[in-house]
RNA sequence: GGGGGUGUGGUGAAGCUUGGCCGUUCACGCCGGCCUGUCAAGCCGGAGGUCGCGGGUUCGAAUCCCGUCAUCCCCGCCA
């Protein structure tokens, strides 16, 4: 039996012609005598007509079929907002294939129902068409980064997901083992280890999209689980990563978007980054940069900005543009500061007769608001941010400000940028050095890190678009020795090395080619592309803040029998 | 671990600031009826809610307070 003979997006042209189409229905319009039914297939609408049929037993998406003849729509009644709108099919007969229950929600774009109803009957919420064109937006992009790899003489490899626990980095998903009770796998956080494996084994160009797994706490941009642009490349530099990334990335905004982002991206230092944006994922669609106000500052009399200087302290400022500034914004970002770790806000109005208006204008000298304007180009009108402090702090919390009032909605304008050369360690909170990348990743120059480890650089880069971190690659350590180094200044002992990394050190030491590579987020990616605020709307069946998925209930309790085989016993809380 | 927002018939919202007229209102859906050119069709009628849950304050709580659960956003965390 043949369900259908066209899509309903395909009807336009086939005026006169005796078509089936099968679908839900969309909407139904019943007129009495005559009524209409939107009819929606994975193509998009159509509009059946049904003149003296019964209609009474079709209801909000009933899965239908209809079999008629295509005609085009009388004078008047053309639908401008519909595809298919010039025409309609004049139904012989219309038959249900599947009733629906009452909606739990309306399947409609113009309103969103309460998220987790939405996950508890995810089959219907993918049926809205912005989910549906999200799921298409994904696979064209899976799609085109195949493409884009293959081209390029890529192999697609598939490393295992059930591998071994690495205490570094994010929380690991654990999994028990059977036949080895008290020992346990870990779901991979990325391929990480098996695609230098991959390099040592002489594959020399591998990718795959893979599916990674980190335990932290979840946010609008993370998830339990996800899903990555995985690759590496033998015998490759910085520019050979960076270029492939950049060639998957334009393929992937070719198709969804219609155009490529122009190439290559911009580069943008970390310190650079840090400096004028606050973030180590800057957002460059807007300027609102932060700017050093330190040495205007020198000798200033307002104790507030003099003891901070002293104390190796920075000054920095942001220029918010005109804008008006009332009591309740100055004490709201005030709030966001003292929450972000600054001691304080200090802001400043630019009058009409361009004169300062500020709680500190008293304090500063003349020819310091006035090199303090300058420094900000600022106009009247303008609002001016201020924050004295360390310079991370100066800086973080001046980008999280700037973030709040000048971040544009949505993704509309794309704006990629690679930061480049991130610090190698950093400081933990006890004292320690820990990796800012990870630690394979090679330094720039050994013997700054092995002397003064916390100014040495990586050879690390992320790829930023509009404030999102898509991911992040490096140049990796090629030598055991010099990765036995790494080690040692992250406080690995000898033990512990040979013990958890032993196998890896080993397979160094077999004439490892020099080696880099990149990872960056799909979801991420599809998110930004799709104008969507979070990853959850690009994931066809994600999970919430908690972990948890309402349709299926996971996670959930098991069989005393499934633990008692696997060794477990359970502890009260 | 911490901060903030939300929770009101199946769905979305208003009501909460300032307690009583409140299980009151609007739209969609659902049930019944009318209607031959609509496209979120229209018109008439109807059903449907322990106002997340527990406790407290009060003569009286959807509304105020405390706790708790769920969910969302953020800080921490996320190589």
Redesign the pocket.
């Known amino acids: 039996m043949i369900f259908r003979t066209h899509m309903a997006a395909d009807i336009s042209g086939l005026v006169g012609e005796s078509v089936s189409l099968a679908g839900w229905v969309a909407?139904?319009?019943?007129?009495?005598?005559?009524t209409?039914i939107?009819i929606r297939d994975a193509s998009g609408i159509a509009?059946v007509?049904a003149?003296?049929l019964a209609t009474?037993d079709l209801?909000?998406e009933f899965c239908i079929r209809v079999m008629g003849t295509v005609r085009a729509?009388?004078e008047?009644?053309?639908?401008a907002?519909?595809p298919t709108?010039t025409v309609?099919v004049a139904a012989d007969s219309i038959e249900v294939l599947s009733p629906s229950d009452?909606?739990?929600?309306?399947l409609?774009d113009?309103?969103?129902?309460?998220?987790?109803?939405r996950l508890e009957y995810r089959y219907l919420d993918l049926r809205r068409p912005r989910m549906a064109a999200n799921l298409r937006a994904r696979s064209k992009a899976v799609s085109a980064i195949r493409r884009s790899l293959e081209g390029l003489g890529f192999l697609e490899i598939e490393t295992p997901t059930l591998v071994r626990s690495?205490p570094?980095?994010?929380?690991d998903v654990l999994v028990p083992s059977r036949l080895r009770p008290g020992s346990f796998y870990a779901l991979p956080?990325?391929p990480?280890l098996f695609k230098q494996l991959l390099m040592i084994a002489g594959v020399e160009r591998y990718f795959q999209i893979a599916r990674c797994y980190?335990d932290?706490?979840?946010?609008?941009?993370?998830q339990l689980e996800f899903t990555q642009l995985d690759l590496e490349g033998a015998y490759w530099g910085e520019n050979e990563v960076q270029t492939t990334i950049e060639a998957a990335i334009a393929a992937v905004v070719q198709d969804l978007r219609g155009e490529s982002p122009p190439l290559p991206f911009p580069r943008l230092t970390w310190q650079e980054s840090m400096d004028r944006y606050g973030a180590d994922k800057p957002d460059l669609r807007f300027g609102m940069e932060i700017v050093d106000l330190s040495s205007e500052l020198t000798g200033t009399e307002f104790r507030g900005f003099a003891a901070t200087l002293e104390s190796n302290g920075v000054v920095r400022g942001i220029n918010t543009g005109a804008r008006e500034f009332p009591r309740s914004l100055a004490d709201k970002l005030t709030e966001e500061a003292k929450?972000?770790g600054a001691a304080g806000l200090v802001w400043m109005v630019i009058e009409p007769d361009s004169q300062l208006r500020s709680p500190v204008a008293k304090f500063l000298a003349a020819h310091e608001q006035k090199a303090i304007v300058e420094a900000l180009a600022g106009q009247p009108g303008d609002v001016l941010l201020l924050v004295a402090g360390p310079w991370r702090t100066a800086v973080t919390v001046l980008g999280q400000l700037r973030l709040s009032l000048g971040r544009p909605e949505g993704h509309r304008d794309l704006a990629f940028v690679w930061v480049t050369d991130f610090p190698m360690f950093e400081e933990t909170?006890d004292g320690n050095l820990?990796?800012?990348?990870?630690?394979f990743t090679s330094p720039q120059d050994v013997e700054v890190m092995r002397n003064r480890p916390l100014e040495a650089k990586a050879r690390a880069y992320d790829v930023v678009v509009n404030g999102v971190e898509l991911g992040s690659g490096s140049i990796r350590i090629h030598h055991p020795d010099l990765q036995r180094q790494v080690f040692d200044i992250l406080g690995i002992s000898a033990e512990e090395q040979e013990s958890r990394f032993g196998w890896f050190l080993r397979a160094l030491r077999y004439g490892t080619p020099p080696h880099g590579g990149f990872a960056f987020g799909i979801d991420r990616l599809v998110m930004v592309l799709q104008e969507e605020?979070?990853i959850?709307q690009v994931i066809p069946f994600p999970k919430?803040?908690?972990g948890?998925d309402?349709m299926t209930m996971s996670p959930s309790p098991v069989d005393e029998g499934q633990l008692a085989e696997l060794g477990i016993a359970l502890v009260e809380e």
């Open positions: 909407r139904r319009r019943d007129h009495g005598g005559i209409f939107d509009q007509v003149d003296g009474e209801r909000m729509r009388p008047g009644t053309i639908n907002d519909l709108g309609e009452p909606l739990p929600f309306m409609d113009r309103v969103d129902a309460d998220e987790r109803t690495t570094e980095g994010a929380r956080q990325s990480q980190r932290e706490d979840f946010r609008a941009d993370r929450a972000l909170g820990t990796f800012s990348h990870h630690p605020a979070n959850r919430t803040q908690t948890h309402p």
